[in-house]
């Protein structure tokens, strides 16, 4: 189903007009604004050949109403790609105002400008609005705007602190087990520092490597890439960095975002010979709840789990914060276009990647 033209008169349309300065500057409005919508995290991680960054807004009466950002992969030689939306697209204002046919309008013009004209694969991945009312009428709207949902996709579950609760009611709700373990680490003698400078960030930097390291575990994470959006992100967007440490000696250091309202876990390490006496995690995370209440945002986002990993799942479940699914992912393509083909060639990159950085 598409707009009618009356009602795609009443908006506007631009696309590629935005540097990664202006694009947040636009974006900042939008309660799901997100890292993964950040004009300079786009670029960096769509940096290299066959890889660009691309942004559309639509308008009405000067105002932006809908908003998405993607990373454009191509594959050599075949006239052949995707264009991914994480998070996004951005359409809930902060100051409570969805404008449902704005996102109708950018959903068109989305698989009119990638789809037919550029002969791209999109794959959305829409941010959850935490109402479960309002995900499912972006559920519906995307339907009806040509995305099928991709039934295959692994579901993206996370677990909301609410802020808006005082400080004593969250502590309070925690798990027993898990106000247990909170108070082992508050008494292990461990400190904490947090910032935003670079300094800060080779610290953190210094204890994932010793951790992957020591496990070798497959991630998709660059860090050399997270390290150069530190040093260039403006003041107010860098990344908050929280170190425990025992004298000298670094335990365990985290990296958050805080972003539309909500304050997001990002990336997180310990130094694992040192870290299980001392329950560094469980402190970690009750830092970032008192940060994010002294910030004034909505909500703590834990991060994410998979019940892949049931201790990471079980660790996070029980802080009894608000369980969330995210919608998932939804898909459209030309006509002639061989998902499955374009699958496989993601599928061989990623083997030949693991197999030479074994990352």
């Known amino acids: ?22 694009w947040n500057r636009l974006c900042s409005g939008f309660t799901g604004m997100s890292i993964y919508q950040t004009g300079l995290y786009g670029e960096l991680h769509s940096a290299g050949i066959l890889r660009s960054c691309s942004r559309i807004a639509i308008f009405k009466e000067s105002q932006v109403v809908a908003a998405a950002q993607l990373r454009i992969k191509l594959v050599p030689v075949l006239s052949i790609g995707v264009a991914e939306i994480d998070w996004g697209p951005l359409w809930c204002s902060s100051n409570g105002k969805m ?14 400008e990638y789809c037919e004209k550029r002969k791209l694969q999109i794959r959305v991945r829409p941010r959850s609005t935490v109402s479960q009312n309002t995900d499912l009428e972006l559920h519906e709207l995307l339907m009806q705007h040509g995305y099928c949902k991709n039934q295959e996709t692994r579901p993206y579950h996370t677990v909301l602190i609410d802020l808006q609760k005082s400080i004593d ?25 947090c910032g935003n400078n670079i300094e800060y960030f080779d610290r953190f930097y210094a204890i994932y490597k010793a951790m992957w390291e020591k496990k070798k575990f497959p991630t998709g994470v660059r860090l050399p890439i997270i390290r150069e959006l530190q040093e260039k992100l403006a003041p107010q967007e860098k990344f908050i960095v929280t170190i425990l440490h025992n ?8 990296v958050c975002t805080v972003l539309g309202d909500t304050m997001l876990y990002f990336l997180g390490a310990t130094t694992p010979e040192l870290r299980n006496d ?24 834990l991060g994410g789990y998979d019940d892949i990993n049931p201790d990471l799942a ?15 992912q939804y898909e459209t393509g030309p006509l002639n276009f061989s998902s499955k083909f374009l699958k496989i060639c993601e599928k061989g990159f990623r083997k030949t990647k693991y197999y030479v950085t074994s990352r």
């Open 1 to 22: 189903m598409e707009i009618n033209l009356k009602v795609q008169l009443m908006y506007e349309t631009v696309i590629d007009q935005s540097d990664s300065e202006e």
């Open 99 to 112: 404008d449902r046919l704005g996102l109708g309008v950018l959903l068109d013009e989305i698989r009119r």
């Open 169 to 193: 009611t969250i502590r309070s709700e925690f798990h027993q087990k898990w106000r247990n373990q909170l108070n082992v680490a508050e008494r292990s003698g461990l400190e904490y520092e």
């Open 247 to 254: 004298g000298q000696v670094d335990i365990g250091a985290t």
């Open 278 to 301: 001392s329950r560094p995690g469980y402190l970690l995370q009750w830092l970032h709840i008192q940060k994010a209440k002294e910030l004034g945002v909505r909500w703590y986002d």
């Open 314 to 328: 079980r660790f996070k479940k029980r802080t009894n914060g608000i369980h969330v699914l995210y919608p998932g």
